[in-house]
């Protein structure tokens, strides 16, 4: 079998889908099934697998330039694939997987994973010009694929009713979390958590996006209801870079912070991300939708009690071992993190259901899954 995976993902930062296509391409490297596989990126070939260090200097912000030159992005959207096309024009024996929804023009088997459909169902949560550029390139991806991928049964299903597609001809694969989140002592995480003036067990925390689709206002607000005391003993700490349509939920943070119950830091380093896992007291994710929700994974690998919202994906990804609740309750979302900072029993139990629900997840798994939908690709031609 000979495959051309698009890497593009893989740059700085390192994004979910970065991650899946970094962890992907890993494994197909050492796959006896695939006899040459070839990495490409923007029109070019490459010699090996980037690094999110060696791409931190070539990443392109599709999202930043559509929200500030929609011309540029319409030369693109028209020039690009004509590029790729000429690129990829002698390779037409290879099977071509996009680990990132968007398929070229190819004349070869065509492989696309589709990780959620929110520019289509939660186009509101996208800036109006990335929404629309989105949605005419996937539609065309749409008709290009002999097959798709999904992260999870959930979009799996959603992709099928939405789009008519023929649910037979699409896979679910699910994510993993990766070696580097595990549970890790107050000494393992002393060093890391200094640098950030956070102790073990000390915080609650956010990982994700900072916008409206995370659902962080009523995170907040929510918060905001448990005692003055336990906001100060375990204060909420959000990371992740700024998305769109932020102003709101900055000038909540921000009132937040000059009461002393939440910080926000920013961007994470990868090499830091896993240890402020690790020594998180609770994970907090009241997301509104999610084709997956990976860090909702890296919190149980991470041996850290979750609390998430019931909908989407999630339901999958965290199984029984989560508490959960409807994203816009935040009664019981305030009670459920209570619970969950407090309540030593069940922290024990849900530590330990968290970890053996996780371990049913792993990169081996996902890349086997993936070799079975290129099978499939090509028996079907």
Known sequence: MKVVLSVEPVRFP??????????????????????????????????????????????????????????????????????????????????????NYYLPPFKGPRIATFHDLSPFTWSQCHAPQLARYLQKELRLTLKRADRLITDSEFTRRELAEYFDWPIERIDAVPLASSPEFHPRSAVETSEVLARYGLTHEG??????????????????????????????????????YRGWRNDAIFARIESAQRQGWVRYLGFVPAEDLPILFSGARLFAFPSLYEGFGLPVLESMSSGVPVVCSDNSSLLEVAGDAALMCE????????????QALEDVEWRADARQRGLAHADGFSWDRCTAQTLIAYRKTLENR
């Open 203 to 240: 915080y609650s925390l956010f990982a994700g996006t900072i916008e409206p689709r995370k659902n962080i206002e009523t995170l907040l607000t929510a918060y905001e209801i448990l005692p003055l005391a336990m906001r100060q003993r375990w204060p909420l700490i959000l990371a992740g």
């Open 327 to 338: 994203a816009m309750d935040i009664e019981t979302l305030a009670k459920h993190m209570a």
């Open 14 to 99: 390192l994004t979910g889908i970065g991650r899946y296509t970094y962890e992907l391409a890993r494994r197909l490297q050492n796959s006896p099934e695939i006899t040459d596989l070839q990495f490409f990126a923007g029109r070019s070939f490459l010699p090996g697998l980037p690094s999110a260090a060696d791409a931190s200097g070539s990443g392109y912000s599709l999202k930043r330039a559509v929200q500030k030159n929609f011309l540029a992005i319409e030369a693109y959207r028209l020039l690009m694939p004509l590029l790729k096309g000429r690129a990829l024009k002698a390779h037409g024996d290879y099977l071509y997987h996009s680990p």
